[in-house]
């Protein structure tokens, strides 16, 4: 198993553990950047370009000129993607159990007498549409 970069700070490389990541599902590119920049960014391959595999979640860092400093954006921007991944289906799941739970739970005494109201209500507007009994 290939460790993560050097480069990354132990509180980087922690982050991502506890994040699930394994250095092996993540490819790890450098390519050529884009936009203003001229010579400069026509001849270094300081973008670093990193995809997670099993999420297919891509992490795109050319904001400076050095390719470390890149490098270590880009891994930090993968872990907050993937933080707030996981964060966003915590939260989905919670929401989904207290759905589940408001929909099973039983009616107040209030509520009840209110929906008994309503159907007896509902009983009287529609025995006025029956036929007119021959006397």
């Known amino acids: 198993m290939p460790p993560f970069p050097d480069i990354l700070d132990p509180a980087l490389r922690q982050r ?3 994040l699930g990541v394994r250095p092996e599902d993540v490819e790890e590119r450098f390519v050529r950047g884009t936009g203003p920049g001229g010579q400069k960014i026509n001849k270094t391959s300081s973008t670093v370009w990193l995809r997670h595999g099993p999420t297919g979640i891509e992490a795109r860092c050319q904001d400076g000129r ?3 400093w890149n490098r270590v954006q880009a891994w930090s921007d993968l872990a907050t993607k993937l933080g707030d ?3 966003v289906a915590a ?3 919670q929401h989904d159990r207290q759905q589940e739970k408001r929909r099973n739970r039983q009616k107040s005494y209030g509520q009840k007498l ?3 109201e309503g159907k007896k ?3 009287k507007i529609k025995n ?3 036929k ?3 006397w």
């Open 128 to 130: 006025t549409r029956q």
């Open 85 to 87: 991944r996981r964060d």
């Open 121 to 123: 209500h509902r009983a």
């Open 91 to 93: 939260a989905q799941r």
């Open 66 to 68: 050095s390719q470390i």
């Open 132 to 134: 007119p009994s021959d």
């Open 114 to 116: 209110r929906m008994i």
């Open 16 to 18: 991502l553990t506890s």
